[in-house]
């Protein structure tokens, strides 16, 4: 296994364990601030897995594509990644 792909799903159990520890949070009625605090580092952590995705998608995929002469369809998923990640 890849260092990134090990080190994505490390960041994705910790996300699981966290999402895990807010729905616990939710149902023993814990103070809302924290709640909203747990939310806020979900959110991060799904972030940065976003971010690790783009990175190696953009310095992969994309030049591979650029280089075999899908650079309309790198172009596309370019701009598409831009969208989503400014939702």
Known sequence: MSPKKSKLIRRLNI??????????MIEKDKYCIDIITQSSAVKQGLS????ILMEE???DCTIKQIKSGNSKKAIGEIIEVYKLKRK
């Open 48 to 51: 940065s897995v976003e971010d």
């Open 15 to 24: 996300i699981e364990g966290q999402v895990r520890g807010l729905r616990e």
């Open 57 to 59: 998608h953009l310095s």
